[in-house]
């Protein structure tokens, strides 16, 4: 099994001021520190990336830049839309990347049953060089993915692991027993019990900052060390509330830019935080743990 284990970070794409082009500096610069900070693995154009936002040309220049700086450290893709000859045909371009999977949701806004959405992901693993990550998000995409259906799908040898955004604790637990897939929380709020009931990490977005404090929960609740691993959940959720205030990921984005690692700037129709978030945000990191 692929070792979709720890602190994952979902990426930002960082723009240039008047959001043009993409800071291919700043992304690389990104990556480089959040290495530095311990993190088991990167994703690259998933929703925190903006990828609706870029043209193709744009996201395998990301996945380049990405690749390229995270160096031993695994990177995943995102792989998104509901056009299937579209993600058909992209799946070359992937196969040729050294990446350790591809984050894939449902097809979003058509709304399929549960036998299109099972042939959806069956089809892109048949294509796939790499393992799939199932992205269960049922409120971006429209669709729940049944439990019925995740079980069928991890009889595919390609099929590995989830980020799990389901809000089901009954899926979450019986997909953790069923033990094929790993478990990867995608709600930040819900890492710690997730990670409690035997899930193998996270792909969370809140982890661009205070980055040590994810990794380090996460090797506390590997250990046993539950006591110490509540203890950073607690000191964490305070921050995880307040980037996840606003539309998602333009908090990320400003309090990345309060740090001087990027422009805060987002695409259209995404909007920049809000004078209020930034201040809150200064003054929890006043008071920083």
């Known amino acids: 099994m692929s070792a979709f284990t720890g602190i994952w970070v979902p990426l930002v794409t960082p723009f240039t001021t008047d959001g043009t082009a993409v800071d291919h500096a700043a992304l690389h610069r990104l990556v480089q520190h959040l290495s530095a900070a311990g993190v088991s693995g990167f994703v690259a154009l998933g929703t925190t990336g903006e990828p609706s936002a870029l043209d193709d040309a744009e996201k395998d220049a990301v996945l380049d830049t990405v690749l390229a700086a995270a160096g031993r450290i695994p990177v995943a893709a995102g792989l998104a839309g509901n056009n299937a000859a579209h993600l058909r045909a992209s799946m070359p371009r992937m196969n040729a990347r ?49 439990t019925e259906t995740m079980l069928a799908l991890a009889a595919h040898p390609r099929i590995r692991a989830v980020k799990d955004c389901s809000g089901s604790p009954d899926k979450t637990l019986a997909l953790i027993l069923d033990s094929r897939l790993q478990i990867l929380a995608g709600e930040d709020l819900q890492i710690f019990s997730t990670l409690c009931l035997g899930g193998s990490g996270a792909i969370a977005a809140s982890a661009h900052l205070h980055t040590g404090r994810f990794v380090a929960l996460h090797q506390a609740v590997s250990a046993g060390r539950l006591a110490e691993a509540r203890a950073y959940f607690h000191g964490l959720a305070p921050f995880i ?32 935080a809000s004078k209020d978030f930034r201040a809150h945000w200064a003054r929890l990191d006043c008071c920083r743990m």
């Open 241 to 272: 509330r307040a980037l996840f205030s606003e539309p998602n990921p333009g908090p990320v984005k400003a309090a990345l830019a309060a740090q001087g690692l990027m422009h805060d700037t987002v695409r259209a129709p995404m909007s920049c």
């Open 98 to 146: 050294r990446l350790a999977g591809l984050l894939v949701p449902a097809p979003y806004y058509v709304r399929p049953g549960q036998d299109g959405i099972r042939r959806h992901f069956l089809d892109l693993a048949d294509l796939s060089d790499h393992p799939l990550i199932v992205y269960d998000i049922p409120y971006r995409t429209g669709v729940q993915i049944d």
